[in-house]
């Protein structure tokens, strides 16, 4: 079963969506190796059962590996709770309002390269490469090395989900004053 819609559905998947909650609620896709559940009520139960449904990899993927680092995305209450109250008052409405200007001029400066194509892709252009340069920034990254930044984050996102990030750094030499991410 297919749980995308396919290419010719993405400008109006919504019938597609709705055939998949009224006929296939909760079903799996081989081609993508991934369940696709459609209705709202069993989205919540699903997020809100954190035994059988755990974020934690740590718990389901990888029970042998110790140095798993839990974050947010890889992490169940009360970790995640504690994880999320640690890094939310950094990004309350006044700081972000605060942040609202050089978010703009960010996403002008990345869409006045993407002119230079004459096309692009939303995703891939814009929406992707937006936010890795507003948290570069807010982590204090220099312009210089915010290609590093972004190639460190792609690898983190392959490398199971960004949750190995103790065992990529120990093997890493990086020179100190290129090594942003240590601090943290």
Do not use: C
Request: glycine residues 4%.
């Amino acid at each position: 079963m297919i749980i995308f819609p396919q290419a010719e559905q993405r400008f109006n998947p919504y019938p597609f969506y709705m055939n998949m909650r009224n006929l296939h609620p909760i079903e799996y896709d081989d081609k993508s190796s991934a369940w696709g559940v459609f209705r709202y009520k069993d989205i919540q139960d699903i997020l809100n059962d954190y035994e059988n449904f755990s974020s934690d990899l740590q718990k389901w993927q990888y029970p042998d590996q110790q140095e798993i680092q839990r974050n947010l995305i890889t992490s169940d209450p009360p970790l995640h709770k504690q994880l999320y109250n640690q890094i939310s008052s950094s990004f309350n409405s006044n700081i972000i309002s605060e942040l609202e200007y050089r978010i703009k001029e960010i996403a002008k400066e990345i869409l006045d390269h993407v002119i230079e194509y004459g096309h692009m892709d939303l995703v891939t252009d814009l929406a992707y490469p937006l936010p890795l340069r507003v948290i570069a920034e807010l982590l204090g990254i220099p312009p210089e090395d915010h290609n590093l930044h972004d190639k460190w984050v792609n690898r983190l996102v392959r490398e199971v989900g960004g949750t190995v990030i103790n065992p990529i750094f120990k093997g890493h030499h990086i020179e100190k004053k290129k090594d942003h991410m240590s601090v943290l």
